[in-house]
């Protein structure tokens, strides 16, 4: 069973169909851009981005918009991951984190699913903390400082803990288990 995901970001495409794969679910890429509204909820944004998208496409499709959201900070960047990352990079959130000993921080992923008839949203949320410094492979966004609970390597330095555990594993689970009650 194939499903549209509108998405920029390959990285995003490969873990949900690490997900899918196992439900026979593969998800497959529109590069369709969608307009992300200003809020503090990533479920609310990923929302609009779906019904946003299907207007276009006229097909099945869901989109994930994704927060990292950091207690000592008062949960910036959240919604605004995305610009923070194109302007500070994971180096600018470590400066910012300099000195602060609260580290906690939640990454979540949001699933949004819209094909005409019904709008649905999926949540998945990983707990964990912000690293001292970067470690593993700058390939993903904030991976190289997000040490997810319970382990002592980042996302970045452990690719495999990451399909296991994390934010997006649990929203992709969820959609595909309800996708496939259908
Ligand atoms: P879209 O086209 O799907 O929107 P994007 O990369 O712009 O792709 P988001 O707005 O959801 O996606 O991403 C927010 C930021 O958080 C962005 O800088 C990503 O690189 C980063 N990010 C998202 N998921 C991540 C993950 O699992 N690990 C590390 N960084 C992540």
Redesign the pocket.
Same mark, same amino acid.
């Given at each position: 069973m194939k499903i549209l995901f509108a =998405? /920029?970001?390959p990285h995003?495409l490969k #873990?949900a169909n690490d997900v899918g794969s196992g439900y026979g679910i593969e998800f497959v890429q529109a590069k369709e851009p969608y307009p #992300?509204i200003r809020d503090e909820d990533v479920g609310k944004v990923a929302e609009a981005g779906a019904k946003y998208v299907f207007e276009r496409v006229r097909q099945p499709v869901v989109?994930?918009? =994704?927060?990292?959201f950091i207690d000592a900070l008062n949960g910036f960047p959240g919604p605004y /991951?995305?610009y923070v @990352?194109r302007k500070i990079d994971s180096a600018g959130v470590l400066k910012l984190m300099d000195g602060v000993e609260n580290r906690r921080a939640l &990454?979540v992923?949001a699933v949004g699913f819209c094909n005409g008839k019904t709008v649905k949203v999926f949540r998945g949320e990983c707990i964990g903390t912000i690293a001292k410094e970067l470690r593993g492979e700058q390939i @993903?966004?904030?991976?190289p400082i &997000?040490v997810p609970e319970g382990c002592a390597k980042t &996302?970045a330095e452990d690719a495999v803990t990451k399909e296991r555990i /994390?934010?997006?594993k649990k929203s992709f689970d969820a959609f595909c288990r309800w996708f496939l009650s259908l």
């Amino acid at each position: 069973m194939k499903i549209l995901f509108a =998405t /920029s970001n390959p990285h995003k495409l490969k #873990e949900a169909n690490d997900v899918g794969s196992g439900y026979g679910i593969e998800f497959v890429q529109a590069k369709e851009p969608y307009p #992300e509204i200003r809020d503090e909820d990533v479920g609310k944004v990923a929302e609009a981005g779906a019904k946003y998208v299907f207007e276009r496409v006229r097909q099945p499709v869901v989109v994930d918009d =994704t927060g990292l959201f950091i207690d000592a900070l008062n949960g910036f960047p959240g919604p605004y /991951s995305a610009y923070v @990352f194109r302007k500070i990079d994971s180096a600018g959130v470590l400066k910012l984190m300099d000195g602060v000993e609260n580290r906690r921080a939640l &990454f979540v992923s949001a699933v949004g699913f819209c094909n005409g008839k019904t709008v649905k949203v999926f949540r998945g949320e990983c707990i964990g903390t912000i690293a001292k410094e970067l470690r593993g492979e700058q390939i @993903f966004g904030y991976d190289p400082i &997000f040490v997810p609970e319970g382990c002592a390597k980042t &996302f970045a330095e452990d690719a495999v803990t990451k399909e296991r555990i /994390s934010h997006r594993k649990k929203s992709f689970d969820a959609f595909c288990r309800w996708f496939l009650s259908l």
